[in-house]
């Protein structure tokens, strides 16, 4: 089992820039590839960014490629999205993620979930 807490959100200038962070629970943290998505009002989740276990090569959708950087810290038990130049299209609620398959893009391989943290970005 893996408890996860997003943290971070809040509301920012566009252009602006906000670091969000993800705390898991469980001696298990580093076995699991860790992800972000996010749901902005009326639409579906989307994913953000993943990372596998060992680091090795992170995922970013396209829309946010070369504007956010994720990471994690295994010794932690913590996960870190950076966001930077943030636009209004970046406003949602962002999901930190937990799940099993390597270094996957799909919501539906994701095991363990967050309660969600808000970011709004104003223009």
């Known amino acids: 089992q893996v408890h996860l807490v997003e943290s971070g959100g809040g509301l920012v200038q566009s252009g602006g820039s906000l670091r969000l962070s993800c705390a898991a629970s469980?001696?298990?943290?580093?076995?699991?590839?860790m992800a972000w998505f996010r749901q902005a009002p009326g639409k579906e989740r989307e994913f953000v960014a993943s990372i596998p276990w060992d680091g090795a090569t992170t995922y970013y959708a396209d829309s946010v490629k070369g504007r956010f950087t994720i990471s994690r810290d295994n010794a932690k038990n913590t996960m870190t999205l950076q966001m930077n130049s943030l636009k209004p299209e970046d406003t949602a609620v962002y999901y930190c993620?937990?799940?099993?398959?390597?270094?996957?893009?799909?919501?539906?391989?994701?095991?363990?979930w967050g309660q969600g943290t808000q970011v709004t970005v104003a223009s």
């Open positions: 993620a937990a799940g099993a398959y390597y270094n996957t893009r799909s919501s539906t391989n994701y095991n363990y």
């Open positions: 469980g001696r298990t943290f580093g076995r699991y590839t």
